[in-house]
């Protein structure tokens, strides 16, 4: 287990990520909804496996977080939710210029996050890294906005647009690890192979969970891999309304409707095994990558294999109508 005042050098930094004045005041509220720090536990952990000195993992462990924190306020503000973790989100409590400029803050602050990593060795890697993910994250939330554009988005839709926001950042952690360590390219493909399935198996998960719970994504109209599952199962009379209500805009209003349609059909089920199956093929990519990035995979596999269990108890005992923990929420280690 990595050292918890690790996480705390991490929680600090981030406090300290904006000046005071309506910037400080949105990230301090932002913070204050909490989260499992996973991608700074998975580069923290990581990194005490490989015995990195600490403050370079500390600073790695940062900019993970405070990347995947400025894609949390934009998501928010392009999806136009209105929480986060049971609070207002920051273009819903502070506006939206406040939540703009506030992700493209945390966007440079993460890249400032490494300055204290030798210049002379990995930083330039890292700074590369970052820079990549930014990239592949920008491309994928664009992909979101348009995957959706001709009509229910299908699994391959589905996959690449997850392929783009998900897998990123949960691959992001380890590679910086990875290349401070100096790892060879061989064992480091390897791993970073393994952890995008992991990364795949978490949306997958995140988008059933979307579904059990109150169908945010039907209202929003995005990608969503159980829904994509659906689609393709439907007869063609339900297919054809189902593209209908998404063509006219009508399915934001028929969400209840169409949640009992999904529910009922084997959808659900079938994209559980689909993520169950991603775990098995990932833990058997695990057996040739270094045994010091066991430990994170277990911890991030292990919680994941433990959310498809509970999903899968939710649907079969009918409690599809409830509340039920996210992904997010409940990754931790």
Not at 54 to 59: I, K, Q, T, V
Request: hydrophobic share 50%; glycine share 8%.
């Amino acid at each position: 287990m990595a050292d918890p005042h690790g996480l705390d050098r991490v929680e600090e930094a981030m406090r300290q990520a904006a000046p005071a004045g309506p910037l400080g005041e949105s990230l301090a509220h932002h913070l204050r909804a909490g989260g499992k720090r996973l991608r700074a536990r998975l580069a923290l952990t990581t990194g005490e496996a490989f015995g990195l000195a600490a403050s370079d993992a500390a600073a790695w462990a940062t900019a993970c977080e405070l990347l995947h924190n400025a894609t949390l306020v934009h998501d928010d503000l392009c999806d136009r939710d209105p929480t986060r973790r049971g609070q207002a989100s920051v273009w819903a409590g502070f506006g939206d210029t406040a939540a703009l400029c506030l992700g493209d803050l945390l966007l440079a602050e993460a890249i400032a996050a490494i300055d204290p990593v030798a210049p002379a060795g990995p930083h330039r890697a890292l700074r590369r890294l970052l820079l990549d993910t930014v990239r592949a994250l920008t491309h994928g939330q664009a992909l979101e906005g348009t995957a959706a554009a001709g009509g229910v988005p299908d699994l391959p839709a589905c996959r690449e647009v997850a392929d783009h926001k998900t897998m990123p950042l949960v691959t992001l952690p380890v590679a910086g690890v990875l290349a401070m360590a100096g790892t060879a390219e061989a064992p480091r493909h390897t791993a970073l192979e393994a952890f995008a399935l992991l990364g795949r198996a978490y949306q997958v998960l995140d988008d059933l969970e979307d579904l059990l719970g109150h169908g945010q994504d039907l209202k929003r109209q995005v990608p969503n891999h159980g829904l994509a599952g659906f689609a393709e199962q439907a007869d063609p009379a339900l297919r054809s309304a189902l593209d209908r209500d998404w063509r006219s805009g009508a399915i934001a209003r028929a969400v209840p409707a169409w949640l009992v349609a999904i529910r009922a059909s084997p959808a659900l089920s079938d994209g559980l095994d689909r993520a169950e199956a991603l775990l098995v093929v990932a833990e058997s990519a695990m057996e040739g990558a270094p045994a010091a990035v066991q430990p994170g995979f277990r911890m991030v596999a292990g919680h994941l294999r433990r959310q498809a269990a509970d999903l899968r108890a939710w649907l079969a005992d009918g409690h599809a109508d409830r509340s039920i923990p996210a992904v997010s929420e409940t990754v931790a280690a």
